[in-house]
């Protein structure tokens, strides 16, 4: 069997073959994965229940089709990506490495050319130590504590139902659900009941019995979440109810909750919604700009003036009015991090450049070797002057 070293020898022989480098083997590797899935997408959304219950509905939209998606995207544009090469083809470019913690800081001892890891802020920084050992640059989208500001004249119905799917899809186990909700005390109160009915609407009076509701992916984060629940100092309103042999918790707002309050110290990763209060548009800005830039922040407004004030006063990976995730699906626009949130894009050609490198090249001959006199020494006044002249703006020349 190979060591993990010499996996990555062989992966980086690949590579350095050139065989990964034409148009026709891209668009035959694209292909083939659309393929792979298209195959395999009863036992993918077989894995996915027997994981997390995760409903069919859901695994199709988030799991397979927008990877479909994505495919589409990049079979259709990425020859316009790149300036082919034709060369011999050959087998061994990728390799799957299966294990846990152990395996993957054995697996950081190798030189990689880049690093790609999405995951918690935790894991991200061992990845950071190993790679910085050997200068390898990283991509991390790290997900985090993502706002969602709901603040002047709004369609309450309309943003509980955007709110509810958001948030419970896959029941919160998303890097850019909606983490918490800031509103303003009479909004709050408008849209409790909103989300009440919302929730029955979607999942019934008993959502543990209802098959479009996922389960915590493991016992280790669903006791997570109860002891967030557990240590709260705010008040369950909605849901709450809980198994723990069933890994379910069931979608729960909790209201009066505070920025120092436990559910306010992590990423929350799970289906439970915090809700604050505050009493301005600039207070809300302050609390959001206090706590580490999100991976997405939301806004809920029919006001173009809040929506923009908000998109212009605060930082985040991305950013999206009146929905939630669905700026994620889009292969036309960049999905990333920021600061703690991530580095680095990916996603339609952002994934294309983040895995290669533009190589500035200038090809030469030996032309106006006569000009070039004006380079050497020995250095005049009268060189430099006519050099600033041939390398200013206004000509085209270089001697360099």
């Known amino acids: 069997m190979e060591t993990q070293s010499q996996v990555v020898d062989r992966l980086r022989s690949a590579f350095l073959s050139g065989v990964t ?111 910085a050992l050997n200068l390898t640059p990283v991509t991390l989208e790290l997900g985090g504590k993502c706002p969602c500001f709901i603040y002047g004249r709004v369609n309450i119905a309309a943003a509980a139902h955007r709110l509810v799917w958001a948030k419970f899809f896959n029941m919160g186990q998303s890097c850019v659900a909606p983490d918490y909700v800031l509103c303003s005390p009479a909004t709050r109160e408008a849209l409790l009941p909103e989300l009440r009915k919302t929730l029955e609407e979607f999942y019934g009076k008993e959502p543990q019995k209802c098959p479009d509701v996922s389960r915590i992916v493991s016992l280790r984060h669903y006791t997570r979440l109860m002891e967030l629940l557990g240590k709260t100092k705010g008040r369950v309103v909605i849901g709450g109810e809980s198994n723990q042999e069933d890994k379910f918790i069931a979608p729960t707002v909790v ?96 994934g294309f ?23 050497y020494p020995p250095y005049t006044e009268d060189k430099l002057s006519w050099l600033r002249w041939t390398t200013s703006s206004k000509t085209s020349c270089s001697i360099m």
């Not at 990877?67 to 990425?78: K, T």
């Not at 306010?264 to 990763?269: G, P, S, V």
């Not at 001959?365 to 070039?372: M, T, V």
């Open 21 to 131: 480098m034409p148009e026709q083997f891209r668009r035959t590797q694209l292909t083939k994965l659309m393929s792979m899935i298209k195959d395999n997408e009863e036992q993918i959304l077989s894995a996915l229940h027997k994981d997390l219950a995760k409903p069919k509905f859901e695994a199709i939209v988030s799991e397979v089709d927008m990877v479909i998606n994505e495919l589409h995207y990049a079979i259709a544009n990425f020859k316009s990506w790149m300036q082919p090469e034709y060369v011999n083809k050959s087998l061994d470019c990728y390799a799957v490495v299966r294990g846990g913690a152990e395996e993957t800081k054995a697996l950081l001892r190798n030189h990689f050319d880049h690093i790609f890891y999405t995951g918690s802020q935790a894991v991200a920084r061992t990845i950071l130590q190993a790679a």
């Open 255 to 350: 209201v009066d909750v505070l920025e120092d309050d436990a559910l306010m110290q992590e990423e929350i990763f799970g289906p439970i919604l915090p809700i604050l209060t505050v009493e301005s548009l600039e207070d809300g800005i302050a609390l959001i700009n206090h706590k580490e830039k999100p991976l997405a922040l939301y806004v809920f407004s029919d006001e173009t003036s809040v929506v923009d004030t908000v998109l212009e006063n605060t930082s985040s990976g991305g950013f999206c009015s009146n929905d939630g995730i669905v700026h994620m699906t889009l292969p036309g626009l960049p999905f990333g991090g920021v600061g703690a949130s991530g580095w680095g894009n990916y996603h339609g050609r952002w």
């Open 353 to 375: 450049e983040t895995f290669s490198h533009q190589r500035a090249c200038m090809l030469r001959g030996w032309a106006l070797e006569r000009l070039n006199g004006l380079r």
